[in-house]
């Protein structure tokens, strides 16, 4: 082959590549630093891959040590986003303007906590509310040990309770909404900030009963029973339906992200949280790791909190 036919055959596939969209890379660099919940996780770590695929310049670190340690980093100012399952707390609040840490609150999106036992377990067909608070309350520790003292008719077996550590938000939530009070729990428990060590406990002991995030759940279904739960109008298990139209009582909750506001001037840390809250990202990175999107009105509102970076907090209580 002549040079000049080489030339030709090299442009054309040059050219043709450019034809289809070969993804240029970006000009961003830099490290993002984000910590926190390990149900948001999936989340962010979900975005962060896409987004470094787009700009492989730009590191993302995604780390996971529950809500409340990731808060502790995000008000000394170590981290630049922190990832949520409940909103911040007024102590949180507080530590972060004694640092002179602004933020920026992020609602992305909506969780339904999924209560799980082992598949093996043939007798649960559902819980109350009030069964799960007879479960999980204060007085509980090392009184409420057998599936017996549950339901009459259960099996008189001993039962094993596995569950987020006292860092995590979903240990903050859960106990709120089905104790009555943050932080009220019986402590005699397997606890883990990391839901993938509840997952493969619950998976591994029959007698076992467990809450987490419910894409921990959609990740091991072949591993996992999910128990419906019973607030008064009939048991309902967590779905898209349920939880996006307030059904599923009273384990529904939203998520967050925390965005440092200094942080939020670089333009990689700009351009991320912006990839975040696209509307097609949400949507499709959201569902594929088992979470449900916000509605795209919420999206927006979210996209507009950052882009005038509205500082404070809408949910702290």
């Given at each position: 082959m002549k040079w000049w036919h080489y030339l030709a055959v090299v442009l054309s596939v040059l050219l043709l590549a450019s034809c289809k969209g070969a993804p240029t890379p970006s000009g961003l660099s830099g490290t993002i630093s984000v910590d926190g919940s390990s149900t948001v996780y999936l989340i962010t770590e979900a975005m962060a891959e896409e987004f470094q695929k787009l700009n492989p310049n730009v590191r993302i670190t995604v780390g996971i040590s529950g809500?409340?340690?990731g808060f502790r980093k995000f008000c000394s100012g170590e981290?630049?986003?922190?990832?949520?399952?409940?909103p911040i707390k007024?102590?949180?609040?507080?530590?972060?303007?004694?640092?002179?840490?602004?933020?920026?609150?992020?609602?992305?999106?909506?969780?339904?906590?999924?209560v799980v036992v082992n598949p093996q377990n043939d007798w649960v067909d559902y819980l109350t509310v009030e069964e799960l608070k007879r479960i999980w309350e204060p007085q509980a520790q090392q009184k409420v040990t057998r599936w017996s003292q549950v339901r009459q008719g259960w099996p008189d077996k001993e039962l094993h309770l596995y569950g987020p550590g006292v860092d995590s938000g979903t240990y903050d939530y859960f106990t709120e909404a089905i104790v009555g009070k943050s932080g009220s729990s019986r402590g005699d428990f397997q606890a883990s900030e990391d839901d993938n060590v509840l997952v493969q406990g619950v998976a591994s002991d029959p007698l076992a009963l467990g809450y987490f995030g419910l894409a921990y759940y959609e990740e091991n279904a072949d591993k996992l029973k999910l128990v419906p739960i019973d607030a008064g109008e009939g048991p309902v298990l967590p779905s898209y339906e349920t939880v996006i139209k307030g059904i599923y009582k009273p384990l529904s909750r939203p998520l967050f992200i925390?965005?440092?506001?200094?942080s939020a001037e670089r333009p990689e840390v700009q351009a991320f949280v912006e990839f975040y809250l696209n509307p097609q990202n949400a949507e499709k990175l959201v569902k594929e790791v088992g979470y449900i999107p916000l509605p795209e009105e919420e999206l927006r509102k979210s996209l507009e909190r950052f882009r005038t970076r509205t500082v404070g907090s809408e949910y702290a209580r």
């Amino acid at each position: 082959m002549k040079w000049w036919h080489y030339l030709a055959v090299v442009l054309s596939v040059l050219l043709l590549a450019s034809c289809k969209g070969a993804p240029t890379p970006s000009g961003l660099s830099g490290t993002i630093s984000v910590d926190g919940s390990s149900t948001v996780y999936l989340i962010t770590e979900a975005m962060a891959e896409e987004f470094q695929k787009l700009n492989p310049n730009v590191r993302i670190t995604v780390g996971i040590s529950g809500t409340g340690g990731g808060f502790r980093k995000f008000c000394s100012g170590e981290i630049d986003i922190v990832d949520a399952s409940r909103p911040i707390k007024p102590p949180e609040l507080e530590t972060c303007r004694k640092n002179g840490i602004e933020f920026i609150e992020l609602k992305v999106a909506f969780d339904g906590l999924a209560v799980v036992v082992n598949p093996q377990n043939d007798w649960v067909d559902y819980l109350t509310v009030e069964e799960l608070k007879r479960i999980w309350e204060p007085q509980a520790q090392q009184k409420v040990t057998r599936w017996s003292q549950v339901r009459q008719g259960w099996p008189d077996k001993e039962l094993h309770l596995y569950g987020p550590g006292v860092d995590s938000g979903t240990y903050d939530y859960f106990t709120e909404a089905i104790v009555g009070k943050s932080g009220s729990s019986r402590g005699d428990f397997q606890a883990s900030e990391d839901d993938n060590v509840l997952v493969q406990g619950v998976a591994s002991d029959p007698l076992a009963l467990g809450y987490f995030g419910l894409a921990y759940y959609e990740e091991n279904a072949d591993k996992l029973k999910l128990v419906p739960i019973d607030a008064g109008e009939g048991p309902v298990l967590p779905s898209y339906e349920t939880v996006i139209k307030g059904i599923y009582k009273p384990l529904s909750r939203p998520l967050f992200i925390y965005v440092n506001k200094s942080s939020a001037e670089r333009p990689e840390v700009q351009a991320f949280v912006e990839f975040y809250l696209n509307p097609q990202n949400a949507e499709k990175l959201v569902k594929e790791v088992g979470y449900i999107p916000l509605p795209e009105e919420e999206l927006r509102k979210s996209l507009e909190r950052f882009r005038t970076r509205t500082v404070g907090s809408e949910y702290a209580r």
